[in-house]
Nanobody
């Protein structure tokens, strides 16, 4: 079982920055792909960014060039650096982890609210 705890959300003005953190429990963090997803009011949850166990990164087109995902395996932590934030980035952001076979997103955090004011 893996527990994920996000932190770092808050209220920021458009153009500002925030860094989200996700701390994971367990000894197999380095074997898992990690990701960030978000869900805005009235919308479905959507993919934001992913970092593989090997360090390969993918981003949604809407955040490319503004967001950066990273991980520190020694700390069992994944980060999402968000720059040049826009009001449309307002959402609850969720951290996710795959199984050790990396077949699907198996574990989810409770979410952290990010609100970007115009």
């Amino acid at each position: 079982q893996v527990q994920l705890v996000e932190s770092g959300g808050g209220l920021v003005q458009a153009g500002g920055s925030l860094r989200l953190s996700c701390a994971a429990s367990g000894r197999t963090f380095g074997d898992r792909n990690m990701g960030w997803f978000r869900q805005a009011p009235g919308k479905e949850r959507e993919f934001v960014a992913r970092i593989s166990w090997a360090g390969n990164m993918d981003y949604a087109d809407s955040v490319k060039g503004r967001f950066t995902i990273s991980r520190v395996n020694a700390k069992n932590t994944v980060y999402l650096q968000m720059n040049t934030l826009k009001p449309e980035d307002t959402a609850v952001y969720y951290c996710a982890a795959t199984s050790v076979t990396r077949s699907n997103w198996t574990y989810w955090g409770q979410g952290t609210q990010v609100t970007v004011s115009s």
